[in-house]
């Protein structure tokens, strides 16, 4: 497994940013409005429970207030319905902060996940239910025909070359580290994994632009990763013939820059569709 394509560090879940990306899931499919819906009901259901509980520390999902700076008005209502507060600035206290040149400021109450923390957390979760962890590259789902009964085929960007999917392709994102993570990037169809010291360079300067206080702080760390994005997002079941016979695949993947913040809601999505699968199996 190939760990440069998933964030490592910090993650805001329910981004306002979150309607861009949905607003990529067909917009005119009625199923697909329906299940907008409810990934981010799950979402924010399942991460404000752990945020609330005795498992916030070691789960790295934490309750956080901060604000959010646009020179776009945030569309729709559903990132203000959902977060745990979320009040509008007036022009004086963005001139106090120093934020006056942002048309638009929010304060907010909402929830943050170190990624890291939370991978760990869950991966123990899984092994403590009886789950086995196997790596390895797989070459072809065929080598799963008569092995299970469902194959989750969540492998992102991976999913071009193992299911033939060139709908799928990286957005590049790169990121500084000092005490709190500094970026960003979006760079659609670029591979590089390299960081680059012009996107550093500008990442900082955007940064210290907006939070003078930051300057002087030392850097621990740039990392860069690739978002595996497509459009719509892909969550459906196939059954795929080969020739030693046919495969049941739920594929779940293509969540590009909000992967950590949709996973749950779209993941119970994907275990539906496993039970649909299975329900089938049990029938033939
Ligand atoms: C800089 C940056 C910032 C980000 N910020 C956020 C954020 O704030 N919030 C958020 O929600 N998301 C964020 N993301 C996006 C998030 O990391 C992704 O959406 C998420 O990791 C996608 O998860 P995934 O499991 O679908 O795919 P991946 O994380 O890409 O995992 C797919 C896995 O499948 C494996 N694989 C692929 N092919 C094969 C094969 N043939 N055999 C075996 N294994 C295979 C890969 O090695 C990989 O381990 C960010 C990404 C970047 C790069």
């Not at 604000?67 to 776009?72: N, P, R, V």
């Not at 392709?169 to 760079?187: A, S």
């Not at 621990?220 to 196939?238: H, N």
């Not at 949709?262 to 569709?273: F, I, K, Q, R």
């Amino acid at each position: 497994m190939d760990q440069r394509s998933t964030f490592r560090v910090q993650t805001h879940i329910l981004k306002p940013k979150i309607y861009k990306n949905l607003a990529a899931v067909r917009e005119h499919d009625f199923k697909h409005q329906f299940w907008k819906w409810r990934w981010i009901q799950d979402v924010w259901s399942f991460y404000s429970s752990i945020a609330t509980s005795e498992q916030a520390g070691e789960s790295g999902v934490q309750i956080m207030s901060g604000y959010l700076l646009s020179d776009e008005e945030p569309q729709g209502r559903l990132y203000e319905d959902f977060v745990f507060s979320h009040r509008k600035m007036s022009r004086e206290e963005k001139d106090r902060l120093n934020f006056g040149k942002y048309k638009f400021g929010y304060h907010v109450t909402t929830i943050v996940a170190t990624v890291r923390k939370y991978y760990t957390w869950h991966m123990k979760r899984f092994l403590d239910n009886g789950g086995i962890l196997q790596q390895r590259k797989v070459h072809s789902l065929e080598e799963f025909v008569g092995q299970c009964d469902v194959v989750v085929n969540c492998t992102g960007l991976g999913s071009r070359e193992l299911v033939g999917d060139s709908a799928v392709h990286p957005v590049r994102g790169q990121v500084v580290r000092d005490v709190i993570v500094l970026g960003g990037c979006l760079q659609p169809n670029n591979y590089s994994l390299i960081n680059s010291k012009e996107d550093t360079v500008d990442i900082l300067k955007r940064c210290y632009e907006l939070l003078p206080s930051l300057k002087g702080s030392q850097i621990e760390d740039v990392w860069t990763g690739l978002r595996p994005l497509r459009t719509p997002l892909r969550v459906e079941k196939e059954i795929v013939e080969f020739q030693s016979g046919h495969l049941k695949v739920v594929h779940n993947y293509g969540h590009g820059a909000s992967g950590i913040t949709l996973s749950w809601g779209t993941s119970l999505e994907a275990a539906d569709l496993v039970r649909d699968m299975c329900r089938t199996t049990a029938k033939l």
